[in-house]
């Protein structure tokens, strides 16, 4: 089993930077997985922000290329979500997701709201 805990989350203006980090742990070995994030706003359905896969190459999901990052840490079982230029429209819980060729895992979520 395996246990994925966002953390970072929080309250911003437009155009800040915030950063979101992923913490696994359980019985896995890192490199099986890819890892992802998705974000889902009030009233919306959850959808695709970042992912990066096991050897390192990521995609990003179309409204939020250029301005967020997504990185990983295999010596820490780590993945990150380095977030900028923040708008409105980033407002929503996001979720990291791990996922093998066999299995897939979700975090619980961690609340970002950007707001004036």
């Known amino acids: 089993q395996v246990q994925l805990v966002e953390s970072g989350g929080g309250l911003v203006r437009p155009g800040e930077s915030l950063s979101l980090s992923c913490a696994l742990s359980?019985?896995?070995?890192?490199?099986?997985?890819?890892m992802n994030w998705y974000r889902q706003a009030p009233g919306e359905q959850r959808e695709f922000v970042a992912i990066?896969?096991?050897?390192?190459?990521?995609a990003y999901g179309d409204a939020v290329k250029g301005r967020f990052t997504i990185s990983r840490d295999n010596a820490k079982n780590m993945a990150y979500l380095q977030m900028t230029s923040l708008r409105p429209a980033d407002t929503g819980v996001y979720y990291c997701?791990?996922?093998?060729?066999?299995?897939?895992?979700w975090g619980s979520g961690t609340l970002v709201t950007v707001s004036s």
């Open positions: 990066i896969d096991n050897h390192g190459r990521t």
């Open positions: 997701k791990a996922v093998s060729y066999n299995s897939e895992y």
């Open positions: 359980g019985r896995f070995f890192f490199g099986d997985y890819s």
